[in-house]
């Protein structure tokens, strides 16, 4: 069985390969069926990654919260406690920042500001470097998401990934957390957390 050093290392060289205009493509039919996923609607405060490098752009899943009227949460890397702590934009042109690695994050003023305490999440936007078919997920190494997930647990968990990215089955550890659900160009794939929402 392949490392999961190895299962990171050659998803992410596959996801950077992707052309651009593909890219673009896949993400905006990713975007399409995300939005008609009942959690997603039902939600008042969602928080989402903002996309780096050859992640699945979240541009228009940002615009889509804000226009619903929702409460839009981006996530601040801190990696001296290796945690994630959340603020509240209303402007991702204005308040976004390159922050850890470059990845765009609340300005230190909007993060400090418009702090959001994580129980108040109802849906949590993921990125990741492979995903399988039970909702496991296999980040970037840090661990960030698995700890914010392990503190809210009701809160409904949503991968976003290119199908490239999806394995039958991931070797996973028990701090690892599942997904409610895993979308992508071709699917919505539902996660292994007993989920029963119709979509």
């Not at 903002?50 to 804000?66: A, K």
Request: aromatic share 6%; hydrophobic share 40%.
């Amino acid at each position: 069985m392949a490392t999961t050093t190895h299962l990171r290392k050659e998803s992410l060289s596959r996801r950077d390969a992707l052309p651009a205009p593909e890219r673009n493509k896949k993400s905006t039919l990713i975007y399409e069926q995300l939005i008609t996923l009942d959690c997603l609607i039902r939600a008042a405060t969602i928080c989402s990654y903002v996309n780096f490098r050859s992640e699945v752009d979240t541009t228009p899943i940002l615009d889509w919260v804000l226009g619903s009227g929702k409460t839009l949460v981006v996530p601040v890397t801190r990696v001296a406690t290796k945690t994630l702590e959340l603020a509240a934009i209303t402007n991702p042109g204005a308040e976004l920042t390159p922050g850890y690695c470059g990845i765009p994050e609340p300005t230190p003023e909007i993060a400090e500001r418009n702090r959001i305490a994580p129980h108040v999440l109802e849906v949590v936007i993921i990125p990741g470097s492979v995903f399988d078919q039970r909702g496991g997920r296999l980040g970037y190494g840090g661990g960030y998401y698995d700890r914010l997930l392990a503190a809210i647990p009701e809160a409904a968990r949503i991968g976003l990934a290119f199908s490239m990215q999806v394995i039958e089955k991931l070797q996973l550890h028990p701090h690892d957390q599942l997904l409610d659900y895993v979308v992508t160009e071709d699917e919505i794939i539902a996660g292994g957390r007993g989920h029963t929402e119709n979509r």
